[in-house]
């Protein structure tokens, strides 16, 4: 497997298993973006300003869950385990 789409699996799977939101500099790889775009643009997360922050936010919800999960499901990677230092606290 490609390393580019290890790391947007890893990081999709993280976020459909915490539900959580984080920014681009909590991933703990350079330029996280290259990542996390392509993951929007394909509509398996969602991407954008909350609450009035100055940056965007990647997560996971209601309207995406179902088809993050099916992705995942077609790569095999429903059960791989999530690198630790993937996400900075």
Same mark, same amino acid.
């Given at each position: 497997m490609k390393k580019s789409l290890s790391i947007k699996i890893q990081l999709l799977k993280y976020l459909v298993? +915490?539900?959580?939101?984080? +920014? *681009? !500099?909590?991933? #703990?790889? !350079? /330029? *996280? /973006?290259q990542y996390l775009i392509p993951l929007a643009e394909q509509g398996l997360i969602k991407r954008g300003y909350i609450n009035? !922050?100055?940056?965007?936010? *990647?997560?996971?919800? !209601?309207?995406?869950?179902?088809? *993050?999960?099916?992705f995942l #499901?077609?790569? /095999?990677?429903?059960n791989i385990t999530i690198d630790i230092n993937l996400i900075r606290a």
């Open positions: 298993e +915490t539900k959580e939101l984080i +920014t *681009a !500099s909590q991933v #703990n790889r !350079s /330029n *996280a /973006n009035g !922050s100055k940056c965007k936010f *990647a997560y996971v919800d !209601s309207d995406v869950i179902e088809k *993050a999960k099916s #499901n077609k790569h /095999n990677a429903l």
